[in-house]
């Protein structure tokens, strides 16, 4: 490989890169001193490793989506745009009153074809893990005709969690993130044939 190919790759590196599916992690928090930012870096990094897909971090923070129907909502066409990119999506959810956050759900509801027919794995996290929250989202998931897989992350704010606030997993979750993305990536590549 020559000097060029060192510098951009080959041909079939980047071809590689260009037909892998697009995975946004999506952060579904956004109060002040939220966790998910951590949570959803860690997701990333162990993602990174496998090289198997596009990982990008979508903060709906990012977006200052006010309530559906309530004003302007100068980031809607920029949330729409990437959603519109992705082939599924790894969701970082914390439980709020045993259910998602209203932001959250305040995001998912801006959107109908965007999500249509694509892949999500959930992480989530809370008292139980989370548990309560993941299945509202998967109801809501299944509405958007976004097909969720079964393995499920559910990470405990008692033991992967220092002060409730400084994330440290325990080591047997980084071994359900990677089987939740054995599930999520063959699905996301799937359901990409039906939306062309």
Do not use: C
């Not at 870096?41 to 990008?56: C, F, H, I, M």
């Not at 949330?79 to 992705?86: L, R």
């Not at 220092?162 to 939740?180: G, L, R």
């Amino acid at each position: 490989m020559g000097f060029f190919g060192k510098l951009f790759g080959t041909q079939q590196e980047e071809e590689t890169i260009m037909t892998q599916p697009n995975i946004g992690i999506i952060l579904g928090s956004t109060r002040e001193g939220r966790v998910s930012p951590q949570v959803g870096a860690w997701v990333k990094e162990l993602a990174d490793k496998r090289g198997d897909a596009n990982y990008t971090i979508i903060d709906i923070a990012d977006y200052k989506l006010p309530l559906l129907g309530e004003g302007d909502a100068p980031g809607a066409a920029a949330w729409s745009e990437i959603i519109s990119k992705q082939d599924g999506f790894v969701f970082i959810v914390q439980e709020y009153n045993h259910s998602i956050t209203g932001a959250l759900k305040n995001a998912l509801d801006y959107l109908r074809e965007e999500w249509n027919n694509k892949a999500a794995g959930i992480v989530s996290y809370g008292s139980v893990g989370g548990a309560r929250a993941a299945e509202h989202l998967r109801g809501i998931l299944g509405e958007l005709s976004v097909a969720d897989v079964r393995v499920h992350p559910a990470l405990s704010l008692f033991t992967d969690f220092e002060n409730y606030t400084e994330f440290k997993p325990a080591e047997v979750q980084a071994n359900s993130v990677n089987e939740m993305l054995d599930q999520v990536i063959p699905w996301a590549t799937a359901l990409k044939t039906i939306r062309q």
